[in-house]
């Protein structure tokens, strides 16, 4: 998010409106675009209701579970709820008749399109 936001002006210069959704309780999503300095709408899936309609969740295994209290992150505390499951990070481009025009994901959250790649699908 903090990728977009750098080439904010950009995104805006052609038209297009980031918005960004987490599976973060409001209050976290709102200290997430808080700490990030973020001037677009950050919106709370608490739940994964939504990611899950699009079939964007993923369960993390139980054996990972000692790693996220060992290195101090509480999924439960950050989403609200029990599941253990995360969102696959996934970037989406609509148009204004709510087409989806191009859509970018990868089931490896460390990999999320580039922000040159995002802004030559915004201008074609």
Same mark, same amino acid.
Request: aromatic fraction near 10%; charge should be negative; proline fraction near 7%.
């Given at each position: 998010?903090? @990728?977009?936001?750098?080439?904010?002006?950009?995104?805006? @210069?052609?038209?297009?409106?980031?918005?960004?959704?987490?599976?973060?309780?409001?209050?976290? &999503?709102?200290?997430?675009?808080?700490?990030?300095?973020?001037?677009?709408?950050?919106? &709370?899936?608490?739940?994964?209701?939504?990611?899950?309609?699009? #079939?964007?969740?993923?369960?993390?295994?139980?054996?990972?579970?000692?790693?996220?209290?060992?290195?101090?992150? &509480?999924?439960?505390?950050?989403? #609200?709820?029990?599941?253990?499951?995360?969102?696959?990070?996934?970037?989406?481009?609509?148009?204004?008749?709510?087409?989806?025009?191009?859509?970018?994901?990868?089931?490896?959250?460390?990999?999320?399109?580039?922000?040159?790649?995002?802004?030559?699908?915004?201008?074609?």
């Amino acid at each position: 998010m903090r @990728a977009y936001q750098s080439i904010l002006p950009q995104i805006r @210069a052609v038209g297009a409106r980031p918005l960004a959704v987490s599976s973060q309780t409001p209050d976290n &999503s709102l200290t997430t675009a808080e700490k990030n300095g973020l001037a677009f709408d950050v919106l &709370s899936d608490s739940g994964s209701e939504l990611t899950r309609a699009y #079939g964007l969740v993923f369960r993390l295994p139980d054996s990972l579970r000692p790693y996220y209290d060992r290195i101090g992150v &509480s999924l439960e505390q950050y989403n #609200g709820d029990d599941s253990w499951q995360l969102p696959i990070p996934a970037t989406y481009v609509v148009g204004q008749d709510g087409i989806v025009r191009f859509a970018y994901l990868d089931p490896d959250y460390t990999r999320r399109l580039e922000p040159a790649e995002l802004l030559e699908v915004l201008r074609s």
